[in-house]
């Protein structure tokens, strides 16, 4: 409760947000020695074409707290998000996915995979952002073709020219972009037009409802059609059963991604799923 007492001074004191605030202070601090006690490790999703054939992943960031077990990212990224934090992990992370890129391209079967990563509003607003993934490039020897980089539709417009500029000279040398979780920020499509995209994403948010809720049918068709009409690709998060992947399959979504093909998985288990 918000009252304790009748003081003024204590009016606002409310034990349960405190506590809260004081568990965030400490899940913070735990953050900061996670990379170098090496409690974070990437998971990789399949991302699965219309014959079921995996063509990649994206990559998910894990941390396995020694006391509070697997913390969600979605949890902890914006944790990240709000000090510095998000810089070296987002580093370590694309640094991952390169690696793990590289050691594919000269394994047999491996070596179209691609990798999808998550890049933070507070990573790719760095004026040097693209020279530090030139340089991961560099580092590692992995192809920039297979490497995807999913933005979210409000970072994309927090400065227009500034993201077409990064864009362009990523995709200059191959890069691809997506949209995550498109069609659930409150944005402006204009961006479509004038930005340098790959892929669109279709938010789970839609897929779940699909085939029954007439609502999201229409809007996944739309997303769909907006799709086709741009030539941008696409993939359907959060696919759980067939149904769902039937209906977008019949209406030309080519890409999927979602616990009904599987869940993210550790290196080993991804790479057995793929060669199964
Ligand atoms: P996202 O990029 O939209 O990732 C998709 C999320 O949906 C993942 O959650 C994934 O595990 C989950 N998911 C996949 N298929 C299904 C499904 O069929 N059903 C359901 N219910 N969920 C499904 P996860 O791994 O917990 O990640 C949450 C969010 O955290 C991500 O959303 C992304 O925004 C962020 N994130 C994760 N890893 C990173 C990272 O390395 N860097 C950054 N900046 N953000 C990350
Ligand atoms: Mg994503
Ligand atoms: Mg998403
Ligand atoms: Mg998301």
């Known amino acids: 409760s918000a009252k304790q007492g009748s003081g003024s001074k204590t009016r606002f004191y409310d034990p349960e947000i405190h506590s809260q605030v004081r568990d965030r202070m400490v899940l913070e601090t735990d953050l900061k020695s996670a990379l170098g006690l090496q409690q974070l490790e990437v998971f990789y999703q399949p991302q699965v074409d219309t014959d079921g054939i995996t063509c990649g992943a994206e990559v998910l960031l894990r941390w396995q707290h020694p006391t509070r077990g697997m913390v969600s990212p979605a949890e902890f ?14 580093r ?10 590289f050691v594919w391209s000269g394994m047999k079967g491996c070596s179209n995979l691609t990798l999808a990563v998550n890049v933070s509003s507070r990573e790719f607003s760095q004026p040097d952002f693209v020279d530090s993934v030139k340089e991961i490039f560099e580092e590692t020897g992995a192809d920039p073709s ?6 979210t539709e409000s970072m994309v417009l927090e400065d227009i020219s500034a993201t077409r500029e990064k864009m362009q000279a990523l995709q200059e040398i191959g890069v691809g972009f997506a949209i995550d979780d498109f069609g659930t920020g409150f944005s402006s499509l204009m961006y479509l037009t004038s930005l340098p995209l790959e892929t669109l994403k279709i938010d789970r948010a ?60 550790p290196l080993a288990e991804f790479e057995k799923y793929f060669s199964r």
């Not at 990224?77 to 987002?90: F, M, V, Y």
């Not at 370590?92 to 890129?101: D, G, I, N, P, R």
């Not at 799709?227 to 359907?236: D, S, W």
């Open 77 to 90: 990224i914006p944790l990240a998000e709000e000090s510095d934090l998000i810089q070296s992990i987002g």
């Open 92 to 101: 370590w992370v694309m640094e991952s996915a390169c690696k793990q890129l």
């Open 146 to 151: 297979l490497l995807k980089i999913e933005l």
């Open 206 to 265: 839609f897929v779940r409802h699909l085939p029954h809720n007439k609502r999201e049918v229409i809007v996944t068709q739309g997303i769909i059609g907006l799709a086709k009409g741009l030539k941008l690709n696409l993939i359907a998060e959060g696919v759980e059963t067939e149904q769902q992947r039937a209906f977008l399959l019949s209406n030309g979504c080519e890409r999927f991604q979602g616990f009904y093909f599987s869940p993210p998985l």
